[in-house]
Each structure stands twice: as C-alpha cells, then as structure tokens.
C-alpha cells in the first residue's frame, strides 16, 4: 500500500500520543504496531493474535492497531519513532537493531544455527534474553522472537551453485554492517536498500539478485523479477518484536505482565503460520516460473572466518556464540 506524504503525516501525527481512548470504551488502550510487511504475512497475523488475546485478558483495557505494508514506513524509520515513543510497538528484522546492539548480530551470523528448531531452543531460553537484553539501553522493551526463516540468495541471470558464482554480483542486503561483511567473504558486492527499493532494483538491473526467504520472495513479488532461487540458507537471523520503553512504562504493571504474556503466546501461533505461509510461498513461486537449487553449503561456509573475526570480538559475544553452537 503507497501512502502519499500528506496521509503519511496525518498518521505519524495521530501517532505522537501513544495512546488512544476508544470512544466505545473510555479506558480502552489502543497500541500501534508497525510492519513492512501486508496483511496475511505471518508477523502481522502474529501481532492480531496477540491483539485478540491481551483485550480479552485486559477485559477490553489493551488492543494493539497492527499498520503493515510499510505504511508507517521502512523498518529504519519506524524503529527510531519506536525508540522516541512515536510507535508504541514494531516487528523488525534483528539486522535494523545491529547498529544499536552489538549483541543482535549473533543471530544474523552466517551458518550459525544447524536448523530452525535449533534456532528456536536458542531463541526461546537464557541465551535469546541475553542477546536481546541491551536493547533496553535504547528505549526498546524486547517482547518476542518471530521466525524470519532461512535466507537464500536470488538472482537475475544465473542460478549460483559455488561461491564463484557470486563473485562481482551486486547483492542488496539489508542495512548492516555485519550483512555488508557478509557478502564480501562471498565475494559479492554488497548494495544495502530498504526493503521498498528491492523489486525496482531488481528490475532494472541496479542490483544482480537479493536474499531472503521464500514468504518474502514472494510477498514482495521478487520471483517476478529474479526467476533464480539457489537454497543457501546461509542466515537465519530472526524477527523480534519490540516495544518502546516509553509506552511500556506507562501501562499499569498488570497490563506490562499481560502484554507480555500475550507476546509470548504469539510466537507459536506465528510460527505455526510461518510453516504453511512458507511451504504455500515455495509452491507458489515454483508455479510462476521460479527456478530453485540446492548449494553445497560447505565451500560458503568455509569462507565465513573474517566475518566472525570482525563482529564477535569481545569475550561476552564469543561467549554467546560457544553456547549456541554447544546447545543440543
């Protein structure tokens, strides 16, 4: 959904009061939430979910107002309104917060997780706390993990089977330096572009190919535009979503205790729907015309030393990293 400038301030003034009072009900609290992503994607319908649940728990005190399809903006400037108290709570990827936390690299490094249930017994304990712990220095409350999937390069003119295949192609990547590094052990050209810019890229050459998983490669139509999609699974860095510290700390500690909750009993219902909106994304793109491989993991991977070497260098990440890779 385009929202021209003048709708878009209209919003993002409406926004500046974190809370609204629904007419119906006096002492109904009304949380905005934003997602680039449109209605039906899995992190939306997660958010619903956990709309419904905290207004029956709160007897109809709390709902959450869920604006997709990047209406409230791209992830970057819709987490810096997060952080101000703008926008009570938003779905990002965990790259948008590497630049604030250190810490939220680990689960966007590459071939760190061996499989999504692995990531999601990482995630779900001590260790996901910790990593996501720092984010309250920003004014940010961490509230859940969602899943992102695992992410896969697709390319314009050729399907990529060895990391040769990749040298000189230009590869957006999100905002990140980690993600930057990333390609360049590689041996791709890393071009970072919010998520809006990716099709008009894609089509008119600007970038060679992307990477993401395959809702998201679908969702966004990107099959339309770069047919080659060569199974990676090189990151599975995760969603989180977030809520400002300012709309956090003005909720009565009953409220905070159900938000959370209601967070928490989102997750399986999001994955749930992550699982069919995956297997029906696959289908379909393969349907169009979508070309899918397989890479031999093992020759990508290898390369991935200097990447590590420069983003877990202090002895708490490294710390991070040795109990996820020791976790069963």
């Known amino acids: ?3 021209h400038a003048p709708r878009r301030a209209v919003l993002l ?13 006096a002492q109904t609290i009304t949380l905005r939430s934003a997602d680039v992503h449109p209605d039906g994607y899995p992190t939306v319908e997660a958010v619903k979910f956990m709309s419904k649940q905290i207004e029956e728990k709160s007897g109809g005190r709390v709902r959450v107002q869920v604006f997709g399809s990047r209406q409230l903006g791209e992830e970057k400037d819709t987490l810096e ?8 709570l938003n779905r990002v990827n965990s790259a948008s917060l590497n630049s604030l936390e250190p810490a939220t690299v680990i689960p966007g490094l590459p071939f760190l997780f061996r499989s999504e249930d692995h990531m999601h017994r990482v995630l779900d304990g001590a260790i996901g706390d910790d990593i996501a712990s720092g984010l309250m ?16 390069f697709y390319t314009r003119a050729k399907a990529i089977n060895e990391p040769g295949d990749l040298r000189g192609l230009k590869i957006r990547v999100q905002p990140s330096d980690m993600w930057v590094a990333m390609m360049r052990a590689f041996g791709a050209n890393a071009t970072p572009l919010p998520t809006g810019e ?5 089509q008119t050459g600007v970038v ?8 998201s490669y679908q969702s966004f139509r990107h099959f339309e535009v770069a047919k080659f999609y060569s199974v990676s699974e090189h990151s599975m860095a995760p969603e989180l979503l977030v809520m400002a510290k300012r709309s956090y700390d003005r909720l009565p500690k009953e409220l905070q205790d159900l938000l959370r909750q209601a967070a928490k009993d989102s997750v399986p219902e999001m994955r749930r729907l992550w699982q069919a909106r995956s297997n029906e994304a696959k289908a379909a793109v393969i349907a169009a015309g979508a070309q899918i491989n397989t890479m031999n993991k093992e020759p990508f991977e290898r390369n991935m030393g200097p990447v590590y070497d420069q983003f877990v260098k202090d002895a708490r990440m490294k710390g991070i990293v040795s109990r996820i890779r020791e976790t069963a």
């Not at 003034?13 to 009900?25: D, E, M, R, V, W």
């Not at 990716?198 to 894609?202: K, R």
């Not at 060679?208 to 809702?215: K, S, V």
């Open 13 to 25: 003034g409406a926004l500046a009061a974190p809370f609204i009072a629904n007419p119906a009900k």
């Open 137 to 152: 220095r920003h004014n940010l409350i961490p509230l859940a993990y969602y899943d992102s999937g695992a992410r896969s």
């Open 1 to 3: 959904m385009t929202i």
């Open 81 to 88: 309104q997060t952080r101000f108290g703008v926008i009570d």
């Open 208 to 215: 060679d190919g992307a990477e993401n998983n395959y809702p």
């Open 198 to 202: 990716v099709y008009s890229a894609l």
